[in-house]
Nanobody, 124 residues
Framework: QVQLVESGGGLVQAGGSLRLSCAASGRTFSGYAVGWFRQAPGKERAFVGAIHWSGGSKYYADSVKDRFTISRDNAKNTVYLQMNSLKPEDTGVYYC?????????????????WGQGTQVTVSS
């Protein structure tokens, strides 16, 4: 399996931006679809967005559509989550996850490799 490490989290005011990175190691990353999930205190882990292994297809939760953008650089084994117009409800621990195969991208159980998470806090 591929190993994943997230970075880029932090504290930001509402309306601000952050860019999260998900760096992969261990195996060829280009064949993996990557998803971003987040977990707020006391809540279940929720789908944020995902990107096909080729980068040609991207999927977003309705709550982040038009504010968040996923991209990937397979040469650098890295996937990015650009988050703009952040809101306090975006606060949580953000995880990236990777999977091979299948055509569903919003279910956490479908992803076999996970990072340790990075905290994002948006103040009002």
């Amino acid at each position: 399996q591929v190993q994943l490490v997230e970075s880029g989290g932090g504290l930001v005011q509402a309306g601000g931006s952050l860019r999260l990175s998900c760096a992969a190691s261990g195996r060829t990353f280009s064949g993996y679809a990557v998803g971003w999930f987040r977990q707020a205190p006391g809540k279940e882990r929720a789908f944020v967005g995902a990107i096909h292994w080729s980068g040609g297809s991207k999927y977003y939760a309705d709550s982040v559509k038009d504010r968040f953008t996923i991209s990937r650089d397979n040469a650098k084994n890295t996937v990015y989550l650009q988050m703009n117009s952040l809101k306090p409800e975006d606060t949580g621990v953000y995880y990236c996850a990777a999977k091979v195969g299948g055509n569903t991208y919003s279910t956490a159980a479908d992803f076999g490799s996970w990072g340790q998470g990075t905290q994002v806090t948006v103040s009002s």
